[in-house]
């Protein structure tokens, strides 16, 4: 990893610079809720000021830009008495998305396993990862945040550039990849100073500080596998709505169905991947009718074990960065830390 650090006003040059080429993506505020509070959302930016760097989390995560809710696979179509196939990526241009945070470039790295990294890479997923020059910068933290117990709140790989304000109108950047090292000359940076280093632990210090939530994830695959009868899963359960708005709202869920169709004219097909949600009713019915998870409780549970267990197993880390969005979009008030305190023992709420 190199550094530089460069005056705040770099930021826009670095924008303005990168927007010549490519389509930019950024967190912009899209709304107020109820409460008053600003909704963000990542969207495509046309100029610097739009962007909402200072934004405290989107209530979706940048997984749309990779891994779309509803993507053609594949398109056929009858030419004389053979069918063509035709594949496309959905890649028009090179972009960049400018200001992630490290929850959310570890919740990127978690997939780039599971679709990059396994005997059969998914290559829509491989074309937009590789497409997509990354910017992360340092977040705000929320009460709901708790990526500090999941080891998220900070990142080493899986983005291009780490951007940090370390106060006094001062930047520090992490340059990890070739592109960002070429992109970062055209910009007025320097070396950091020992002085530049302690701003930066300070800033980074302090932002750990504020992420006061808390999940013990101590012997956690060991415990799951032991109350996998518990009844808190049925507690919880009755609590769920079955809506699925957790694993929409997650950056790492990754669950899908592929549907085939074929127009009234017989002349033309398709196959589409649709993600979908592990707590929706029919997400584990097969052929025939069967559902092995027809109750909300054991949907809720399979969704846990995947996330805190079964990935654990398979790839040595949770496949939960503890972003809290499920938490927050949860018209039933089930968060990760609650449920897991309440496997650990606790009662749930
Ligand atoms: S946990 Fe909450 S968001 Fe997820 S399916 Fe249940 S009610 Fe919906
Ligand atoms: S399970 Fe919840 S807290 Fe964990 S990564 Fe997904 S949305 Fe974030």
């Known amino acids: 990893m190199l550094f ?70 594949a398109v056929f179509a009858l030419q004389g008495k053979d069918w063509s196939k035709q594949m496309d990526y959905h890649m028009d241009r090179p972009a960049v998305l400018f200001g992630l945070h490290a929850c959310d470039i570890n919740a990127l790295n978690r997939l780039d396993k599971v679709l990059m990294g396994s005997d059969h890479p998914v290559p829509y997923y491989a074309a937009k990862r590789k497409n997509i020059f990354i910017i992360g910068t340092g977040c ?71 992420i006061t939530t808390t999940v ?39 669950c899908y169905g592929v549907e085939e169709t074929v127009d009234p004219g017989l002349r033309e097909a398709k196959k589409t991947r649709t993600l979908y949600s592990c707590n929706i009713v029919d997400f584990a019915e097969v052929a025939g009718g069967h559902n092995f998870r027809p109750e909300r409780g054991t949907r809720l549970k399979y969704r846990y074990y995947h996330k805190h267990r079964g990935f654990v197993e398979a790839y040595e880390e949770s496949l939960c960065v503890g972003c809290g969005r499920c938490g927050d979009i949860c018209l039933a008030g089930i968060t990760v830390p609650e449920v897991i305190a309440s496997v650990r023992g606790g009662d749930p709420t």
């Open 140 to 210: 705000t933290p929320r009460p709901s945040c708790f990526c500090r117990s999941m080891g998220t709140n900070t990142v080493t790989h899986g983005f291009d550039l780490f951007v940090t304000d370390i106060g006094g109108g001062r930047l520090f950047f992490e340059i990890f990849s070739s592109e960002a090292y070429h992109v970062i000359r055209d910009l007025a940076t320097g070396e950091p100073t020992p002085e530049d280093h302690n701003a930066y632990m300070r800033v980074e210090t302090e932002r750990n500080r504020k």
């Open 216 to 254: 013990d994830t101590t012997d956690l695959t060991k415990i799951l596998d032991m109350e996998f009868q518990s009844p808190v899963w049925k507690t919880w359960g009755d609590k769920c709505l079955g809506c699925g708005s957790c694993a929409s709202a997650c950056p790492t869920c990754y």
């Open 4 to 73: 530089r650090v460069a005056e705040a006003s770099q930021l826009k040059a670095l924008f303005e610079l990168l927007a010549q080429t490519n389509t930019m993506l950024g967190p912009v505020k899209v709304a107020d809720d109820l409460g008053g509070n600003p909704v963000y959302s990542f969207e495509e930016v046309a100029e610097f000021s739009r962007l909402s760097l200072d934004y405290t989390t989107t209530r979706l995560s940048a997984k749309r830009f990779f891994l779309p809710f509803r993507e053609d696979l």
